[in-house]
């Protein structure tokens, strides 16, 4: 994540915002509100809005190869979903990433204009300029996806332009929740759950997928100014911000790094037994998705905890063994049981995050 120079720091050299061009457009549009045209959706057709999954499916096949391999064990409507999904999430980090402004008073604008296009979808209205948007208009309503996931995702948004150091894992916490949780518990909501413990759960895998987003992008995210590891963490283990942002690879980042690192597996480990909850169908891509991800872990480790000069991915031929290894454990091996939602509660398992989930939308 970026965070703009309060003093209008030239945004010339980042990617524009994606946009599909006019021709991509359908021809019927109904109604004008403030200069913006809206799509008239009970007349898009069938085609129109496998051309908004099709775009979809581009971005993410290109965005994120990892998720994308995931989806592709997905039944093909849950499978469409989740790309209409990380489309509008991938959109929602870009506006801060890579967008063409030069002040943090302009990116809020853009932020703020954002959360009211996110409303207007769930009232049933699509801008023609974000003909994108039609497949994710339809992945809400079809799956009833509530407004707040989102919403928390957009004030995740927020705290990349307010905030570039964390002072503990509490707040640090809050922000995995608001970037990375959200995305599971909307994608819950496509995939099916037997029990309501399947939201705690993935927020749980929300968490260590994002902190293991965190440990991968140390070094990128120091060449911005930005550092998301816990500041008392850091001062813990005797390792300076000066050392962190001149890439310094001593035994203390060593050490600082293993103590990351079991956390965020701490967090898979905790997660993985609330994929019993959802539908049979989605079962091995959540946990191919998980344990991929977990393996950028292994990655660095094999760097040898150098994340400012190495990027840690997994090879296609280690996502073919995972899914082959992950297949084989869920067929012969037994798997843990679930808390209910309610022994999640009463029992303490996971540390809370202070938000409310509610119901609010379709």
Not at 136 to 158: C, N, V
Not at 322 to 343: D, N
């Amino acid at each position: 994540m970026v965070n703009p120079s309060e003093t209008g720091e030239s945004w010339s050299n980042k990617l524009p915002l994606t946009r599909v061009v006019s021709s991509d457009l359908p021809d019927k549009i109904t109604e004008e509100t403030s200069n913006t045209l809206y799509l008239d959706l009970d007349s898009v057709d069938t085609t129109t809005l496998d051309k908004a999954y099709e775009y979809c499916r581009q971005i993410i096949k290109h965005g994120s190869k990892g998720f994308y391999f995931s989806t592709l064990f997905l039944p093909l409507e849950q499978r469409r979903a989740m790309w209409a999904i990380y489309n509008f999430c991938r959109y929602t980090d870009d506006m801060v990433d890579r967008a063409q402004v030069n002040t943090r008073a302009e990116l809020d604008a853009h932020l703020s204009a954002w959360e009211t296009e996110l409303r207007h979808s769930f009232e049933g209205k699509v801008y023609t300029n974000r003909f994108q948007m039609l497949a994710w208009q339809h992945t809400a309503h079809t799956f009833k996806i509530p407004l707040t996931p989102p919403l928390e995702l957009i004030k995740g948004m927020r705290m990349d332009l307010t905030k570039s150091r964390y002072a503990n894992y509490e707040a640090l916490r809050l922000y995995c929740y608001r970037v990375a949780s959200t995305v599971g518990l909307m994608a819950a909501e496509v995939i099916g759950y037997s029990d309501p413990g399947a939201l705690d759960y993935a927020t749980e895998l929300g968490i260590g997928m994002q902190l293991t987003n965190i440990l991968r992008d140390i070094g990128e995210d120091a060449k911005i100014g930005r550092i998301y590891l816990p500041q008392d963490e850091m001062a813990d283990f005797g390792y300076t911000e000066e050392e962190l942002l001149g890439g310094v690879i001593n035994e203390r980042f060593i050490k600082l790094m293993q103590f990351q690192i079991a956390r965020s597996r701490s967090c898979y480990k905790r997660a993985l037994p609330g994929i019993e909850f959802l539908h049979k169908d989605s079962r091995l891509a959540i946990t191919v998705a998980a344990e991929q991800y977990s393996r950028i872990l292994d990655a660095i480790e094999r760097n040898q905890y150098d994340v400012f000069n190495q990027r840690a991915y997994v090879t296609l031929t280690g996502k073919l063994k995972c899914v082959a290894q992950v297949w084989t454990r869920r067929q012969f091996q037994s798997r843990p049981i679930p808390l209910s939602h309610t022994e999640i509660q009463s029992q303490g398992e996971f540390a809370p995050i202070l938000f409310t989930y509610d119901n609010e939308g379709f």
